[in-house]
């Protein structure tokens, strides 16, 4: 099983010409990684950035995998990248990478059997295209083909700030294990993107103080709490969250994760709490934002510093539940309401948190083994149900 279960399904890789705007043509690369189908189709992010690998795409979409199972999602895990440094081109020049990349993985994509969603460096327009791509070849509008879509072509309302929701109604319930109230917590976000501008934004509504956020510029401190809607404005207005009237700078960014406060949210990258770092950590808390924010090494220090760590299958698993919703709703038809998808997504982590913080508990385990203890045993299990062909 564990040999199974260690190697991805399907691996694609496609290079991808692309006409630059000034006639000359590159090869880009481009790869889509499906780990696991024991459980439906599969289901993860399209990343483009100058430093994906077919290793990364592969870590992605085993991660996938789980947080699928744990979250009780019937998908098993994809993910999906192309480097490529999106900053570098033109909005057409985009377009044609992602149309040239829809084309080249048509065969795999499919509501039935692969949906692509937004990742690093891609978004709700790259999603579009890619719908209508798929629709156009295949000639018939899929709306289910892929999930994190404008309103307009069939997107969930709610689904832009699900991760963050998410991230942050786990928060609140290990801020209450450890017996900090909201009103006494203080927390510190990494990363002011798609995830922790909303974590930002639904902690302090819950009346956490936010003294600290940074992005790829620089990091900002308040140690009376940031005023995280003019924050936002200013981050709008800017383009960064440097220079915030009210704030005193970080001079090192990174030191940001050192902070003493209750809850600290890596939402930016990978690897940002390592070895080298993770005994000066003094966070009561960490619930990962990011997709592997924390080392290996740097896990085990935390836990024996007592640090109560929220692994990201967990914390970040709003995006794939809203996802669900949204290819649910798309394959049906049927619209359902803000309201609707903010309770049932509320109601899936609550579920998750608890069946992983019991496990936890009752054996003895961190949260992550907890978490991934459980997950795999649900896709053992699939597996196992259905036999091995022939
Ligand atoms: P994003 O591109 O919208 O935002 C990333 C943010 O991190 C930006 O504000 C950027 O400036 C900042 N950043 C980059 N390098 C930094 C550094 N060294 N220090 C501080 N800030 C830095 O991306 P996102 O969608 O918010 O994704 C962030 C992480 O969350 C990724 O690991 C992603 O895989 C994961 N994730 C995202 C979703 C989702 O729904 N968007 C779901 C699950 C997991």
């Not at 599969?42 to 077919?54: A, E, N």
């Not at 327009?125 to 709306?143: C, E, F, I, K």
Request: glycine share 10%.
């Amino acid at each position: 099983m564990y040999e199974l279960l260690a190697e991805p399904r399907r691996e694609v890789a496609v290079s991808i010409p692309l006409r630059r705007d000034n006639g000359e043509v590159e090869v880009l690369r481009g790869f889509r990684v499906q780990h696991n189908l024991s459980r439906g189709p599969t289901k993860g992010g399209l990343r483009f950035s100058p430093d994906v690998s077919i290793d990364e795409v592969r870590a992605l979409a085993m991660w996938m995998t789980w947080k699928c199972a744990l979250l009780d999602v019937p998908y098993g895990g994809a993910k999906g990248g192309v480097r490529v440094d999106p900053r570098k081109y033109s909005t057409a020049e985009l377009e044609r990478i992602t149309r040239r990349y829809t084309s080249e993985l048509a065969h795999v994509l499919g509501p039935e059997s692969d949906i692509p969603a937004p990742d690093v460096g891609t978004d709700q327009q790259t999603m579009a295209w890619m719908m209508d791509t798929y629709s156009v070849n295949r000639g018939r509008t899929t709306l289910g083909v892929v999930t994190g879509k404008p309103i307009a072509l069939g997107g969930s309302v709610g689904r832009a700030d699900a991760t963050s929701r998410g991230v942050v109604h786990v928060a609140l319930e290990a801020l209450k294990v450890r017996g900090i109230s909201t009103h006494q917590a203080t927390a510190a976000v990494q990363g002011f993107g798609k995830v922790g501008r909303g974590a930002a934004r639904f902690l302090s509504e819950a009346s956490v103080q936010v003294v600290a956020v940074s992005d790829q510029y620089g990091a900002i401190y308040a140690p009376h709490g940031l005023d995280v809607p003019g924050l936002e404005a200013h981050v709008d207005r800017t383009g960064s969250v440097v220079g915030f009237a009210g704030s005193e700078p970080i001079a090192a960014k990174e030191d940001l994760l050192l902070l003493d406060v209750d809850l600290l949210i890596p939402a930016a990258v990978e690897g940002v709490i390592t070895a080298a770092n993770a005994g000066d950590v003094q966070a009561r808390i960490i619930v990962e934002g990011a997709n592997g924010p924390t080392t290996t090494e740097a896990d085990v220090i935390l836990n024996n510093r007592g640090c109560l760590v929220v692994p990201d299958i967990l914390a970040n698993a709003g995006g794939v539940v809203v996802s669900y919703f949204e290819w649910v709703q798309a394959n049906q038809s049927y619209w359902w309401s803000a309201r609707d998808v903010a309770e049932r997504l509320e109601s899936r982590m609550l579920a998750a948190w608890t069946r992983v913080y019991d496990h936890a508990e009752s054996r003895n385990l961190t949260l992550r083994s907890a978490a991934t203890s459980l997950a795999v045993q649900v896709v053992a299990d699939a597996h196992r149900q259905r036999g091995l062909y022939p």
